[in-house]
């Protein structure tokens, strides 16, 4: 009913930047949190930064200043734009949103499918 469909990522040198984004569509009633998430080979599953319904921001540690987060409520996307980007920054991301269904009471958990970011010269 809910689907979360990424785009953008890829390979970029060292210093560049990406930009990706994440459309959330289906039988939607309203959106709360909106997060961007990262996990790199042997690595655990990292919050790098999320954004609240009013548009609030917070980032982890390894991003700040380097990587913003926004939301456009009308077309239920959020993004993730990734400046000065570094060779630890390679992992797989994944949005991850809070979605209420229409008619529903609460919200649920949803996930977008992952796209591949490879930082390396």
């Known amino acids: 009913q809910v689907q979360l469909v990424q785009s953008g990522g890829g390979l970029v040198q060292p210093g560049g930047s990406l930009r990706l984004s994440c459309a959330a569509s289906g039988n939607i009633g309203s959106i709360n949190t909106m997060r961007w998430y990262r996990q790199a080979p042997g690595k655990q599953r990292e919050l790098v930064a999320h954004i609240t319904s009013s548009s609030e921001t917070d980032y982890g540690d390894s991003v700040k200043g380097r990587f913003t987060i926004s939301r456009d409520n009308a077309k239920m996307t959020v993004y993730l734009q990734m400046n000065s980007l570094k060779p630890e920054d390679t992992a797989v991301y994944y949005c991850?949103?809070?979605?209420?269904?229409?008619?529903?009471?609460?919200?649920?958990?949803?996930w977008g499918q992952g796209t591949q970011v490879t930082v390396s010269s």
């Open positions: 991850n949103a809070d979605i209420r269904l229409w008619r529903a009471a609460v919200f649920g958990e949803h």
